[in-house]
């Protein structure tokens, strides 16, 4: 039912510093900018998914909504959004595994810069059923046009996004029996904790449960992101030429995988850069 991520939510207090963020980050122009319904809105469009960044905009309950949801909980990651090809059916199976889904409702969105608009379909689990993170399922009508690279060493996509859970067996059983994402991996690690991969179209969720206990076992939250990149050192250039801190490379848990942190420019999300390394000829 579910053929990928659609995209991810991110809270901000300032679309235009949030924007401007990103297009440094991604080496990208944004896709789509809209406001409506209490907010602004900003698109990245990458090769597997798209970011949405939304601030509060206005004087409204929606609006205040927003606020409040940024007042409480901080700026970040605030929803994930499944991509199926079928919403009739995905609700169908929302349904039959008990996670109550809203009714489909059909929207429409408008580019204030080209005049474009875009249809889907969709639809929302409730929260409390999905462990406390906020998840939509979508069918588009027709594709998103993509975010321009602003360089050669521009972000290609998600590698994988990083909830954060301490209860890895229900977490399991939400991501992989429920929602029927396949299960790539399974490991613990004393350093690392529990990391459960679960097969999300070309992308990874990647469920991990620390080594140091939390209190909140009902909840789970999403914690961070990890963006692809054809070169690795190029891409640190680049990021380090404008200014953000960033670690020197290093290898991946993931066999055949370099990464390095960001410690800025990420608008308070936990960022990783990744590139797969080239096998070597035997």
Known sequence: MITGLDHVVVLLQDIQAGSAAFETLLARKPSWQNSGEGADRVLFTLDNMSLELMAPAGE????????NVIKIWGEGLASI???TGDIGKMHRRLERVALKPDPIAEVDNTDRVSGQTLHWKRTRAMTDLTRGVRMFFLELAEPRPPSAKTADTAVLGLDHIVISTEDPERAAALYGARLGLDMALDRSHQEWGQLMFFRCGDLIVEVVKRPVAGNDKAHDKLWGLSWRVADI???RARLLAAGLQVSEPRAGRKPGTRVMSLYSGTCGIHTLILEKTPRVAE
């Open 60 to 67: 409204s309950p929606a609006a205040d909504r927003i606020r």
């Open 81 to 83: 959004c499944f991509a």
């Open 233 to 235: 050192d190029a891409t």
